[in-house]
């Protein structure tokens, strides 16, 4: 898994939400190396709520009341993007402040090595019984059985706005807008003086053991967002409307968790494993691509997608943020790195 120090680096940032790029020096960040995550029980043997919702009397409060945060995030300048997917996890603390522990995957558009042949990781799941069995890739790193790439643990508080301020080793900060319904919370990125150009998060008192079942999955209709940026490209902001998640079958099978639709303009499967906790895989394509004519996905692999499940208070499916890491040749139109939230 490489040296026990990761350092993680941003040339440029910008003041999230907005569009005035504000150039800053270089940021490191040190992070600490994460064990093997451990395999999750099934969902059907985890309860949604594993830990107290709220904070020790006296303390700071859990962020929107909730400890546990599904997040993506997106940063970088022109041909040097990367996209980010991680767990927080938030312990209340005396003081004023309380601690934050960061588990997660990253992905770099200008450092990656090889093509999408070893940038496109099968997951060992394929769509068997429904319309073509196809094997399901995803980026590297995010394949079953690896864990999360990275562990690091930081502060957080609230600043006068009663935003979330969380401050990681070396006194580099996140700034989150905190929205709290009854169920689910959300945090929006603020800014950061580590490149973040994008970032979303939910938080609940769910496990992060907890998982839906395809079956939850095909019953949602998911609209979205993507901010994508491929090589010689500046990010793009897409919004999705129901991204055809209903017109997926669920396969047949003894797992049933693959989800996979076909028709003459987009092929797209999806993943949702049991004993992964929030983990998912999603790969799509546009029809007529790399020149293939099977029914599965051409050579290049398409878009793959590492996707954590977005599950409120009570266990229910809300949707996904993911991480797009579609690595290939650093040419133009290639290296495609994107952030993106499906709900």
Partial sequence: MGTA????????????????????????????????????????????????????????????????????????????????????????????????????WIWYQSSFDGTAKNNKIRTGYRTS???????????????????????????????????LVVEWPGRHTEVWTVRTAAKLSRITLHHTDLGGLYGDGYGSTASFAFSATAQQVARTDLNGVE?????????????????????????????????????????????????????????HQKQGVDGERGSCFGRYGGHTVAMLQIIDDTGRFVGFVGAEASLNLRVRDNAVVAQLVLT
């Fill in 129 to 163: 019984g429904c319309a073509a069995a196809c094997d399901v890739r995803t980026p590297r790193g995010f394949q079953p059985g690896k864990g999360p790439m990275s562990r690091v643990v930081g502060r957080y508080s609230f600043d006068r706005h009663r935003r």
């Fill in 227 to 283: 901010r994508s940026a491929s090589f010689g490209r500046s990010i793009r902001v897409s919004r999705w409307r129901e991204i055809a998640i209903r017109r997926m079958r669920v396969c047949s099978g003894r797992r049933a968790t693959c989800l996979f639709h076909t028709d003459r303009t987009w092929r797209s499967a999806m993943v949702v494993p049991t004993g992964l906790g929030r983990q998912a895989f999603w790969q």
């Fill in 5 to 104: 120090v990761t350092l993680v680096y941003s040339s440029a940032g910008t003041h999230a939400g907005t569009a005035r790029p504000r150039v800053q020096a270089l940021a490191a960040l040190a992070l600490v190396r994460a064990t093997p995550a451990a395999a999750s029980p099934a969902a059907t043997a985890v309860p949604a709520a594993a830990a107290p919702a709220t904070a020790v009397p006296g303390s700071t409060p859990l962020p929107g009341g909730r400890p546990r945060y599904v997040i993506s995030m997106v940063g970088g300048s022109l041909n040097a993007y990367w996209v980010r997917l991680a767990e927080y996890t938030f312990v209340s603390g005396p003081h004023g402040s309380g601690t934050v522990t960061q588990s997660y």
